[in-house]
């Protein structure tokens, strides 16, 4: 009795039984086309390896005649100048083969009779040899009835044309005794007359070592005939039904041909070899499907349980960014009821989650401040940076003195401290009434004040020793000063090639945004690291924190009943005396301005004047900005009046704008947040 199975797994059979049939046709496609695409790819590589061993090949001639036609215009210079005397030609030719071992022989044949001492014939001719007994190069005169050079196509082609010649391959049975080329060349008297004809023999033995560039497979051939088709080395007989491929280079210089055979059984025969094997594994790889099918679903159930995993381990990661960056201030600015106070900060971290950290509160008229960066990155660090700020949360709200902060958040990490991870931590409390500034550092970066680096003891960071004792130290801030502080991710970030940020580059960046907000500061500083570090990814956790100790801006409703105020604002700012009047009239003016144009209509509107002061290698600038939310208005763009004409010709406005520009030494306007902001500018 037959058990048959049920109609979900014969369905299931069925259905791995047409994915190997198919997998063994594409398998079987797969095959096929690799091998046509192969046998194209052996053409090609074929053909290009042909071509360029016949460019090898013809390089290497070229080089070689070209060799024989400067050694034939050398020889012919050489008889020129010693035509008056014909022993010297013996001399002459045998230096020329005891400097060129390529040349075989070299002659120097004379028209019929030229010198009339030495008969009709006179052809001097330096050849090598190697008969036992002989010397190595030997010279005579070979000229005569049994070697009638004069009738030589050589010599005839020579007294006719005015450059080299080369001839066909023919057997020197006189000079050099062997199969050769020549290369003829014309010697001239004084008078530009033909009187002799220069000879220059190359052995078709080395035409023969030359053609080894031109076996590019075992069992090619090759051949090199003349211009006018005699075989120099001529090529094998070919097979009846055979096929080959035959590939041809011209050699310009001497009119020569060069021709590579191939049999295209050589050519293919690792390629059908090939073959076999691959219809061979073809039955393995079948056999390897069946086991990789079985292994790939197991592996795709692993796959979903790590992505499940990994789902969830991100979904954790996100809960932790989204905890850590609730534990951060993030409401700018921060104090509403504090005028005297501007304060902007942002974390970056290089991961999902950071070891930076930032933390500051108001408490009885004092400013609480930090900025740490705990060692290390990921889950771990996040911890340890949350414990820190909690840490700094609690002990400030007892301690006043930094130090005494900073010791104890050091003694309570250092007991827990059993990662051995530790935290560059800066701490600082700013009194708002006096501008005086209490700070302890932990190892951190110095901040920077007034565009220069605070002056700070670095102590230990915060857990590394138990027990540390804290130096305190205290310095002074004047309204209008910011305080910027960050961690080592913003001196230290990187370029693609590895240089860094620096703390020049940051001053130099620092000194740029005199006069901004904080939370411009902190932005511009973002841009320019942005700048420099490119496309390289970042390396480190970046934290920034601009503090700006202020004068409290002024705020007054869209009445023109409210510019007196200006004046008294003013006092209380207590610049140069000499200062104050034109500053006043400069501000009524600006002031004006907007209350008549901002809100047309309204008298809801609130018109803000900040004040600032500012300090440089250029000297100090009293900095001035009045801001409104009424609409896009600039001033600036306002025509400058022709105070020649009469009032009468004049148009209308101006004139107040105009007054600015010369009380104050520089206005700005900018929209930005739908907000008018009109910087103007007084230097010192």
């Known amino acids: 009795m037959k058990t048959k199975l049920p109609p979900k797994q014969t369905l299931r059979s069925r259905a791995g039984l047409w994915l190997l049939i198919v997998a063994a046709v594409a398998l079987e496609s797969i095959a096929c086309i690799q091998y046509f695409y192969s046998r194209a790819a052996i053409k090609d590589e074929a053909v290009y390896r042909a071509k360029a061993e016949l460019r090898a090949a013809e390089l290497e001639i070229n080089v070689a005649t070209a060799e024989m036609e400067a050694a034939a215009k050398v020889l012919a210079m050489m008889a020129e100048h010693n035509l008056e005397n014909p022993q010297a030609m013996y001399a002459s030719t045998r230096t020329l ?34 008969e036992p007994g002989d010397a190595a190069i030997f010279t005579r005169q070979i000229g005569g009835p049994d070697h009638d050079y004069l009738q030589a196509e050589w010599f005839q082609n020579g007294l006719s044309i005015d450059s ?9 049975d006189a000079g050099a005794r062997t199969m050769v080329v020549s290369c003829s060349y014309p010697v001239t008297d004084k008078h530009n007359n033909v009187v002799a004809v220069v000879c220059i023999d ?5 035409l023969q070592k030359v053609s080894q560039y031109l076996q590019v497979y075992p069992g090619s051939y090759y051949s090199i005939t003349s211009g006018s088709g005699v075989e120099i080395v001529p090529p094998p007989d070919t097979i009846p039904g055979r096929k080959y491929m035959i590939f041809d280079e011209d050699i310009e210089a001497t009119g020569w041909g060069l021709s590579i055979i191939i049999p295209e059984d050589i050519l293919f025969a690792d390629l059908n070899r090939v073959g076999l094997w691959v219809s061979l594994m073809m039955l393995f790889s079948l056999a390897l499907l069946v086991f990789i099918m079985y292994r790939s679903a197991k592996n795709i159930f692993n796959l979903i349980a790590v992505n499940t995993q990994k789902e969830r381990m991100e979904g954790e990661l996100e809960i932790a960014q989204t905890i850590q960056n609730a534990m951060l201030p993030k409401v700018f600015p921060p104090f509403a009821d504090r005028p005297d106070l501007n304060i902007y900060g942002m974390v970056e971290p290089a991961k999902e989650i950071g070891g930076d950290l930032y933390d500051f509160y108001v408490r009885h008229d004092r400013l609480f401040f930090c900025v740490g960066d705990v060692s290390g990155k990921g889950v771990p660090a996040s911890l340890v940076m949350a414990t820190i700020r909690s840490l ?17 958040i050091n003694d309570t990490m250092a007991v827990q401290n059993d990662q051995n991870m530790f935290v560059t931590l800066f701490i600082g409390v700013l009194d708002l009434n006096s501008g005086q500034l209490r700070y302890c550092n932990a190892g951190h970066n110095a901040p920077v004040l007034a565009h220069r680096m605070l002056d700070v003891v670095p102590n230990l960071p915060i857990g590394v020793l138990s027990g540390f004792e804290y130096t305190e130290q205290c310095t002074q801030i004047a309204r209008g000063e910011t305080i910027f502080l960050y961690t080592d991710g913003l001196t230290e970030a990187e370029d693609s090639g590895h240089a860094q940020y620096g703390e020049e580059r940051m001053l130099a960046a620092l000194a740029a945004t005199g006069g901004m907000r904080p939370e411009e500061v902190v932005k511009a500083m973002e841009r320019s690291v942005e700048d420099f570090v490119g496309e390289a990814p970042q390396s480190d956790d970046l934290t920034m924190l601009a503090i700006r100790y202020q ?40 002031v004006s301005n907007v209350m008549l144009y901002a809100y047309p209509g309204r008298n809801d509107g609130k018109v803000f004047v900040e004040y600032t002061e500012t300090e440089d290698a250029q000297g100090k600038r009293l900095i001035f900005t009045v801001s409104d939310s009424g609409i896009a208005f600039d001033p600036t763009q306002k025509a400058e009046p022709d105070i020649s004409l009469p009032a009468e010709d004049r148009e209308i406005g101006g004139l107040g704008i105009h007054l600015v520009r010369q009380l104050m030494d520089e206005i700005r306007y900018e929209r930005t947040s739908n907000k008018n902001i009109l910087t103007l500018v007084k230097h010192i």
Do not use: K
């Open 392 to 408: 700094f949360r609690s002990t400030t709200a007892h301690a006043e003195d930094p130090a005494v902060i900073a010791r104890e």
């Open 551 to 590: 004068v409290p801006a002024l705020v007054m409703r869209n009445d023109i009943r409210q510019i007196p105020t200006l004046a008294e604002w003013v006092e209380e700012l207590h610049v140069p005396s000499q200062l104050n009047m034109p500053i006043n009239l400069a501000l009524e003016e600006t």
């Open 164 to 172: 080299a010649w080369w001839s066909e391959p023919y057997m020197d």
């Open 97 to 130: 083969l005891e400097t060129l071992d390529n040349v075989e022989s070299a002659g120097i044949a004379f028209t019929a009779g030229y010198y009339p001492e030495c008969g009709r014939w006179f052809e001097v001719c330096s050849s090598r040899t190697s």
């Open 202 to 206: 190359m052995s078709i033995d080395r």
